[in-house]
């Protein structure tokens, strides 16, 4: 691809025929289509997250430029991200089948992708959720293989799941009051029955809980509270730092060993934390 764009100005003084000039702009126009659907069908596109606080820092730090109106530039947005923010149809036109040539079964299998990507990515941010979405992934899958209800249902279902989880469950009506705002705090309140049902031992009987909402709800807050006060600064990647939070919500989790560190993990991809 670089070599013939390096020489597509000057084909004919190359010594090609305009046959052969237009066979090749054809042939270039077809496999960077491929490429592309390749490209959005795998979901491997650059997932610039990672490196967005060190940017943030280094533009702060070293660039100054007056303000500037935005635009809505929607082409950094992943396909799911994009479907959240404009809709299916846009989605698809703007990201997915900008040739408007894909076939129905591609565009599926497009969204798919995409969507599983994005649980995959963020599924350690709050597992309780993120195993919801797999099953309604599963279910929409599933249904492109029946092939039983019609596109437009499909791509109906694919916006819902795709909103969910750009809204990441964060139904504030579903909270208890004290939980609403603090979405860390809220992943904590619906992880920490999951988290205590698998840290207790085998053959063990395990103790009668209060009602959801009562002893849940109160680890959650003290969980929070315990980490937005004795958490040092920069503790995620550091083990003495982290061990500082751990010792902080080792008595809170009753001290049992493989609730706190589950718990740890959940909390250590929290942004807010």
């Not at 950094?76 to 703007?94: F, P, Q």
């Not at 103790?207 to 849940?216: C, K, N």
């Amino acid at each position: 691809m670089r070599a013939y764009a390096d020489l597509a100005q000057n084909l004919d003084e190359a010594g090609y025929s305009a046959k052969q000039i237009e066979t090749f702009e054809k042939e270039t126009a077809f496999y960077s289509e491929v490429r592309a659907a390749i490209k959005n069908n795998s979901g491997e596109e650059l997932d610039t997250k990672p490196f967005e606080a060190d940017m943030r820092h280094l533009i702060n730090t070293y660039i100054q430029a007056d303000p500037a109106d935005l635009l809505g530039d929607l082409s950094s947005l992943s396909l799911t991200e994009l479907i959240i923010e404009t809709g299916i149809h846009d989605a698809i036109a703007r990201k997915l089948n900008e040739k408007g040539k894909l076939s129905r079964n591609a565009i599926a299998e497009g969204i798919i992708n995409n969507v599983r990507k994005t649980i995959i990515r963020d599924q350690l941010t709050d597992p309780k959720f993120y195993e919801q979405m797999s099953k309604l992934l599963e279910d929409l899958i599933q249904q492109k293989r029946d092939d039983t209800e019609s596109y437009e249902q499909f791509l109906k279902n694919a916006e819902a799941l795709a909103k969910k989880l750009g809204n990441q469950g964060q139904d504030s009506s579903k909270l208890p009051t004290a939980l609403q705002g603090n979405k860390e705090a809220a992943v904590l309140y619906n992880n920490l029955p999951s988290v205590l049902a698998a840290a207790v031992p085998e053959n063990t009987v395990e103790e009668p809980t209060p009602p959801y909402g009562d002893e849940y709800l109160t680890l959650a807050l003290m969980l929070d509270k315990a980490i937005r006060e004795k958490a040092p600064s920069g503790w995620k990647g550091d083990s003495a730092r982290e061990a500082q939070v751990l010792n902080a919500i080792y008595p809170i989790m009753k001290r049992n060993k493989a609730a706190t560190m589950a718990i740890f993990d959940i909390i250590k991809n929290q942004p807010g934390y």
